[in-house]
């Protein structure tokens, strides 16, 4: 299997065994359809093993739109398989990172940074 899918506004790379990394490209935006595209990606790479999601939306201004927010925090297949997400932004609080936080607290964890080195280390304190 590929450790890396290129998708034509993100891409989804297999970090370790349990950690997924999501790169969005540099100004798209994001449509319900990418969303679901997205969460397919993460499906496969994860062949049914629960996984930790890193969200790398530090490559310039990707636009998410409701929809797609939507569909990532309520109706995504991958929500079963989440044991984490950590969202990587050059700029804490961004708006997708509050929606994502607020609205899945149960579900699993949440929490935003600005280098991949502390989610990582994030991530072996939540293993």
Not at 95 to 123: N, V
């Amino acid at each position: 299997m590929n450790d890396l899918v290129e998708l034509k506004k993100a891409s989804v790379e297999k970090q370790d065994p349990d950690v997924l990394i999501t790169r969005y490209r540099d100004g798209v935006s994001i449509s319900e359809a990418d969303a679901k595209e997205i969460d397919g990606a993460h499906l496969t790479m994860s062949q049914g093993n629960d996984m930790f999601i890193i969200v790398d939306l530090t490559f310039g201004d990707a636009q998410i739109s409701s929809e797609a927010e939507e569909y990532f925090v309520y109706k995504g297949k991958m929500i079963p398989y989440i044991k984490g997400i950590a969202i990587i932004s050059k700029h804490k609080s961004s708006f997708f990172a509050k929606l994502f936080g607020r609205s899945t607290k149960t579900l699993y964890p949440t929490k935003e940074f600005i280098t991949f080195e502390e989610a990582q280390d994030w991530f072996k304190k939540l293993r």
